[in-house]
């Protein structure tokens, strides 16, 4: 009967136009996390009559939530009336009305919004209206709770790295079958191929469901279980984020339902009675009475063969260009989603995404296939056919996969390049260890792929007797029927080899690749989880250049910290103290940092700032950093011989 064919190139582009223009459409920024720019009115100043509106304007478009900003007045009340909005549409401008009739003295106003990356940012100041007064929250206190926590984040790496884990296996193994498997007989890769895909599409929606619900969890500051509700959800799904993970759970319900209705994807199309019927087959086959051909010289097709001849059935078609749309949604998450969509140049680090996406699920999705799939598609043919197989299928992916590799570093190298720019940052920012550790990673892995392609792999079809080749629509285990029924030889890598023949160094050599292949997938799951952990930090490049300038609420005082250079050596610190009127406060009793270092259990540095002559102005001449990473420091400010203020900061210490 004839094959189902798969939909054309033409055909699948218009299809998938739709879909690009839909990625096109979504927002993007040049900047990895939005900053603050300015307020109205403007932090530590005091204004004489009441604002009608509090205002902050930030670098880049930023998503909002209902309580998305604050503003308190001196016994702690909240003034907003309203929600936050955008003033004249402008995205990069948030702003609530107050109420009216406000009392005189000093207000807190904080916000939390969503940057175009995903992340949260959240901050704010502190204005006086007529005259200042002591503030009844800080914004410390006011922003305390706000953060999703630990755990949360946690288990966002974790989410993203499934994610990643599915799209090899879902997609990737659907490409391999394309590219690998049918082309060499081998079909869908039976049964347990078609258990791969569904688990890949499985693991990507619950995965991606959650991705969704933990971003609802970040915008919100609570936990997973806390973001459980239609409102969270909904602020989760007005992110960019949010809204590309929550198309991708249904892509994967898609792929996971319909994939198995795709006649491309499944095994070859054979009729059941001319498979049953071996005697007939024999004698049209080569001419020889059926009572001559021996049972055993029958090379009987796998049940995971032999399917309907209506498989797919007639919406085959619109099944498979549905799987496509599906997929290729999936296959463009991480690039749209991700940091390629927010940082300059985004149309390079797109493409190089996309790339490296596409060439992973490929190796990933082959060498899962190769380990799970393939031996069990092969388990019922006799040892020389299934050796055959297994060599033909392990030449045509390696070739395909020293490409993939190579994609793989070539676009993870201009990613690095965009990310990370300075080789300092490597060793310097959370991002920049990440990106090296999965970089010693993927070297490894390719250590082992090409000793793979050069060696264990010629090595196996040196051992393997090739069989003859038949058409894909057909039986492809009765390909040495002909020439067992005349008792007739075949070739292999150069010697005669009796059809049915064992060469003992199969096996072993097949071992051998297996061995390889699960080594391979060992390190490329660490791959994944370095993968999980890099896309929840900052990249090196939005990192601000040093000097860092820090601003910290402490009591009723506001802190402003600028470290220069922020780098490996010594650092001169400049500390700025104004009350709540915005003045300068120079009757601070003493100032002090404690700075601690990245590793675990080591002791804080401590060191007492000293007043320049300025009012309120105090600083270290000499602030040492002796290694690089994230340190933590605390901002002690003692005002009397009772009261004493601590706040807490990160600083990025680069080379």
């Not at 993939?404 to 920012?429: F, I, K, M, N, W």
């Not at 990106?435 to 993927?442: A, F």
Request: with cysteine.
């Amino acid at each position: 009967m004839p094959r189902p064919v798969p939909p054309s190139p033409r055909r699948l582009l218009r299809a998938l136009l739709p879909l690009l223009v839909v990625a096109l459409a979504l927002p993007a920024s040049a900047s990895a996390h939005a900053q603050l720019e300015g307020s109205v009115p403007v932090g530590g100043t005091v204004v004489a009559q009441p604002p009608a509106t509090v205002e902050f304007r930030f670098s880049e478009p930023v998503q909002s939530t209902d309580d998305a900003v604050q503003v308190l007045a001196p016994d702690g009340d909240r003034v907003g009336a309203g929600a936050p909005f955008h003033p004249d549409g402008d995205r990069k401008r948030l702003a609530v009305r107050l109420a009216g009739d406000l009392p005189q003295g000093s207000y807190t106003a904080t916000y939390r919004v969503t940057s175009a990356d995903g992340h949260p940012i959240a901050n704010g100041i502190v204005f006086s209206i007529g005259r200042a007064s002591a503030t009844g929250t800080s914004v410390a206190d006011a922003l305390k709770g706000a953060e999703s926590g630990p755990v949360t984040r946690t288990a966002f790496a974790v989410v993203r790295a499934l994610q990643y884990l599915a799209i090899a296996l879902g997609v990737g193994a659907l490409l391999v079958v394309l590219l690998v498997l049918r082309p060499v007989g081998l079909g869908g890769g039976g049964r347990r191929g078609r258990q791969v895909v569904v688990a890949g599409a499985v693991v990507g929606a619950l995965s991606a469901a959650a991705g969704t619900i933990l971003q609802g969890a970040e915008i919100a500051g609570t936990s997973f279980w806390g973001a459980l509700s239609p409102g969270t959800i909904g602020d989760a799904l007005g992110t960019r984020f949010g809204l590309v993970w929550a198309i991708a759970a249904g892509a994967w319900v898609l792929v996971g339902v319909l994939s198995g209705r795709v006649p491309a994807l499944r095994g070859p199309v054979v009729d059941p009675p001319a498979v049953a019927d071996e005697a007939a087959f024999a004698t049209s086959a080569s001419g020889v009475a059926a009572a001559a051909v021996p049972a055993s010289a029958v090379v009987r097709a796998p049940a995971d063969f032999v399917v309907d001849a209506r498989a797919g059935g007639p919406g085959g078609r619109p099944a498979a260009v549905v799987v496509a749309l599906a997929g290729a949604w999936i296959l463009l998450l991480p690039s749209l989603a991700g940091h390629a969509a927010t940082i300059s140049p985004r149309g390079v680090l797109f493409a190089s995404l996309l790339l490296h996406v596409v060439a992973m699920a490929v190796w990933v999705g082959g060498l899962v296939l190769l380990a799970a799939a393939v031996p069990a598609t092969l388990r019922d043919l006799p040892s020389a056919a299934r050796a055959d197989r297994l060599a033909s299928a392990a030449e045509r992916f390696s070739r395909i996969a020293i490409w993939a590799v190579l994609a793989v570093a070539v676009s993870g190298a201009v990613q690095g390049y965009v990310l990370v720019r300075e080789p300092s940052a490597l060793l310097d920012t959370a991002h920049g260890r990440a990106v090296l550790i999965k970089t010693l990673l993927i070297c490894a892995i390719a250590a082992l792929a090409t000793r793979n392609h050069r060696r264990t792999v010629p090595a196996l079809r040196a051992a393997a007797p090739r069989q003859a080749s038949v058409p894909a629509a057909d039986a492809p285990a009765l390909a040495d029927a002909p020439a067992a029924a005349t008792g007739g030889t075949t070739t292999a890598g150069g010697r005669d080899v009796a059809a049915g023949d064992d060469d003992p160094a199969a096996p072993v050599v097949a071992g051998r690749l297996r061995r390889l292949v699960r080594a391979e997938l060992a390190l490329l799951l660490a791959v994944f989880a370095a993968t999980g952990a890099l896309s929840t930090e900052q990249p090196a490049v939005a990192i601000p250049p040093g000097p860092v300038t820090v601003e910290r609420d402490l009591g009723p005082l506001r802190a402003r910290v600028e470290i220069a250079p922020a780098r490996v050596g010594t650092n001169r610190v400049r500390i700025t103290l104004r009350d709540a009127a915005g003045r300068p406060f120079p009757d601070a009793r003493s100032v002090d940092l404690a700075e601690r270092p990245p590793e675990r259990g080591a002791a804080a540095l401590q060191q007492t700032a000293s007043p320049t002559g300025a009012p309120g102005e105090l600083a270290v001449d000499a602030l040492p950093f002796p290694s690089p990473g994230r340190w933590s420091v605390v901002l002690t400010v003692r005002v009397s011989e009772f009261d004493q203020y601590d706040a807490r900061f990160d600083l990025e210490v680069r080379r």
